[in-house]
């Protein structure tokens, strides 16, 4: 059931934005969308099961999400199908993320520096 926000004419907008994050929200798809970006073009299903070393049936379950949600999109040529990234910004997505990700373990690991800089608990015996 959709979430309704009370008199907000974007509500179908806040659904398909979360529904975009829905299709990013595994991390099979994640590195689908790194191996597309990396590439200088279409790139077949073939290297994308190569560089994931994933069952094939989850390769093709995981792009059918993102070509439903509009993440990607395929052609096919002659027995092969080839995938790409639908818009150019997924890619900066992707970058925004990493940054984001980094950023957050940074301060993870300042907080856990400082923990061990911490003068040590005496025990009781």
């Known amino acids: 059931m959709p979430h ?3 008199g ?3 509500q ?3 659904e398909i934005k979360a529904n975009l ?3 990013l929200a595994h991390p099979a798809r994640i590195r689908i969308l790194e191996i597309l970006s990396a590439g200088r073009g279409p790139t ?3 290297q994308i099961l190569a560089e994931t070393g994933l069952e094939p049936t989850l390769i093709s379950q995981h792009l059918a999400v993102l070509k439903r949600h509009r993440v990607v999109s395929a052609r096919r040529v002659g027995n092969s199908v080839f995938y790409e ?3 150019p910004k997924v890619s900066e997505l992707l970058v925004i993320a990493r940054t984001f990700l980094a950023d957050v373990l940074d301060a993870q690991r300042d907080q856990f520096e400082a923990l061990k800089a911490m003068p040590p608990l005496g025990q009781r015996g």
Do not use: G, N, T
């Open 44 to 46: 077949p299903v073939s």
């Open 4 to 6: 309704r926000f009370p």
């Open 85 to 87: 990234l639908a818009h």
């Open 21 to 23: 994050f829905k299709a």
């Open 8 to 10: 907000s004419p974007e």
């Open 12 to 14: 179908p907008l806040y």
